[in-house]
């Protein structure tokens, strides 16, 4: 496809940084597309491995390829200059790891022809090791969530970033990605979309691979997402264009704050086994629960619920809610 001013159905927008051992298989996973007329940059961070040159050995295969190199700025500011450079009427997000299945973009164009008030697109997605399929993200038992979901997404993740693809006119009215977050700037982006007007049409069927690093789910470097969390909803709070949203935006800030809290206390109770009924009364002050209250009220007086027998027995199932490792 020649590069020219018109405008194309769909931009893909790739960051990309140190991620030359796996981005040939991303890259494949776009070319393998069964919907064909899109552009696909990809704009590398800085990286210092042979990302570059694996990218440009598929700008020579494939002219619908093209390659923008920058100083690391993070993922937000490469996705900002992909965007810049998109022609695109859809952009659609890959991150430089993550795997598309070949139907992707065709069911995703299918779905906003048939619901022309969609601006944003999702699809259920695969955790993945890189041999095989983990889990898949949105329970078949439960209501994806489409339409306005401006109120869920206040308490909750919901759209996998290489999952989405976005009207370019949607995107630009909500103004670019927070280059100060480091992470969960996706979540503000998609917060900032619904404060304007989000209708979100989702497919059940998982058409992404996101792929889940070794240790990537550790105890410690689950706090530093959290943090960022934090920062984004208060962010948020500050920055509100709708008083009605302030009661929502603490509600979900007091909720993070205290589950952040909750993953401290976990990590202390490896080192101190006493702290575990501070921990198990703090999940009954975060949220409710009968279990909470009834495992609290075991730890309190040990002696008259099996003393050390029901102390390792509650231990074995916070370890398992919270495991340090993978």
Not at 71 to 93: H, K, L, P, T, Y
Not at 208 to 223: A, E, I, K
Not at 258 to 275: G, I, K, L, T
């Amino acid at each position: 496809m020649s590069q020219s001013s018109e405008t194309l159905p769909i931009s893909i927008v790739i960051p990309a940084f140190n991620c030359g051992s796996v981005l040939a298989e991303t890259l494949e996973s776009v070319r393998a597309q069964t919907f064909r007329d899109f552009e696909v940059v990809i704009v590398d961070d800085g990286s210092t491995d042979d990302t570059a040159q694996v990218v440009r050995r598929f700008c020579k295969m494939d002219s619908r390829f093209s390659l923008i190199q920058q100083s690391n700025g993070g993922a937000s500011v490469a996705r900002n200059v992909g965007v810049q450079r998109a022609r695109g009427e859809w952009i659609a997000f890959l991150d430089g790891d993550d795997v598309w299945l070949s139907e992707k973009l065709e069911r995703q164009m299918e779905l906003s022809r048939q619901d022309t008030r969609a601006n944003l697109l999702f699809t259920n997605y695969y955790k993945w090791d890189g041999r095989r399929d983990l889990f898949t993200t949105y329970a078949a038992d439960k209501p994806l969530p489409e339409g306005d979901t401006l109120e869920q997404l206040i308490f909750k993740y919901l759209y996998h970033t290489s999952t989405v693809v976005v009207r370019r006119q949607t995107l630009l009215d909500a103004g670019p990605f927070d280059a100060g977050l480091k992470l969960s700037e996706d979540w503000d982006i998609w917060l900032r979309i619904a404060e304007s007007g989000i209708w979100a049409r989702g497919i059940r069927e998982p058409l992404v691979r996101y792929r889940r690093w070794p240790g990537s789910n550790s105890m410690r470097n689950r706090l530093k997402p959290i943090e960022y969390t934090v920062r984004m909803l208060e962010k948020h709070i500050c920055a509100a264009r709708r008083p009605d949203l302030l009661p929502l935006y603490r509600h979900s800030l007091a909720d993070v704050n205290s589950f952040y809290n909750a993953v401290c206390m976990r990590m202390a109770v490896e080192n101190d086994p006493a702290a575990l009924r501070d921990l198990v009364r703090h999940m009954w002050w975060w949220k409710r629960r009968l279990k909470w209250l009834g495992w609290y009220l075991c730890l309190k007086w040990p002696s008259w619920f099996g003393g050390r027998t029901i102390h390792r027995y509650i231990l074995r199932k916070m370890k398992a809610i919270w495991p340090l490792e993978n």
